[in-house]
């Protein structure tokens, strides 16, 4: 049985982000575990913090029930923890071995706040052991047909990875875009690591997309999630190397505050 955590504030890009993973999942036998986390822990208030908790998530478990009807296959688990935000809920997913915590990101009124808000980018760094997937507040559920991977494979790309990308593209039957900015097309280790990816997804890939090299990447990527109608993008969070070139040009910031698709990150596990 899968188990799936979905962090909550009640609000409506996390009710979103719920909703989004109750229909991903919809013929997957999964726990969802609803955590919120309702207080730090030397809060005075902690046990009406923990009563309004319970409540709330009484509330969110009905909403669900009644917006996506009652799923045999799914089991609620509705979790009031007391706290810091990032370090419990990170703790707690790996504590349970959850196989994916789904955040949702915040709609177009609240960009204000860097990156995905500053509680879901701690998350992407905090939560190592499975991937993160980021729900956009504005989108609605559709299948999903086309997920793009990039990456400009400086590093191998993990099995458990490889194994996480296609069991996302069996879900629904959906095909792996494979697609790459071919800065390093002339480095050996580059190419191998390519390579092996490509072998490794070729059941379920389309043949491999090379972006043109230019300076804007978001925009490049953006166009070609657009022009591809990508319903899911891709990749894997290094703490070095491709990701952190993207965070350090903000780059990250600017990509997932336009997209308008899910945005799966992978962790960075070795071999």
């Not at 504590?95 to 709609?107: A, F, M, S, Y």
């Not at 939560?127 to 609605?140: G, K």
Request: overall charge neutral; proline content about 4%.
């Amino acid at each position: 049985m899968l188990q799936i955590l979905v962090p909550t504030d009640f609000s409506n890009n996390s009710y979103n982000a719920l909703y989004y993973a109750a229909r991903l999942f919809n013929n997957e036998q999964c726990t969802f575990h609803m955590v919120n986390v309702c207080s730090g822990e030397n809060d005075p208030d902690m046990e009406k913090a923990k009563l309004e908790s319970a409540q709330g998530l009484d509330a969110l478990a009905h909403r669900l029930i009644r917006d996506v009807g009652e799923n045999k296959k799914h089991t609620l688990k509705k979790v009031s923890l007391c706290s810091n935000m990032t370090k419990g809920v990170a703790g707690y997913a790996k504590e349970h071995d959850v196989d994916l915590t789904v955040i949702g990101n915040k709609g177009k009124e609240e960009l204000k706040n860097i990156l995905f808000g500053n509680n879901a980018m701690q998350l992407v760094r905090e939560i190592t052991n499975c991937p993160v997937l980021i729900v956009p507040l504005e989108i609605d559920f559709k299948k999903v047909k086309k997920i793009a991977f990039t990456s400009n494979y400086r590093n191998p790309i993990a099995e458990d990875n490889i194994r996480a990308i296609k069991f996302f593209s069996g879900l629904m039957d959906s095909t792996i875009v494979p697609m790459s900015m071919d800065e390093n097309k002339d480095d050996v280790s580059t190419e191998k690591n390519k390579a092996a990816f490509l072998k490794a997804i070729a059941g379920n890939s389309s043949k491999e997309v090379e972006l043109p090299i230019f300076e804007d990447k978001v925009k490049t990527i953006l166009e070609f999630v657009d022009l591809w109608s990508i319903d899911m993008l891709c990749m894997v969070y290094y703490p070095h190397h491709f990701f952190l070139e993207f965070i350090g040009k903000g780059i990250i910031k600017e990509l997932n505050t336009k997209l308008k698709v899910p945005f799966l990150i992978l962790p960075n596990t070795p071999n």
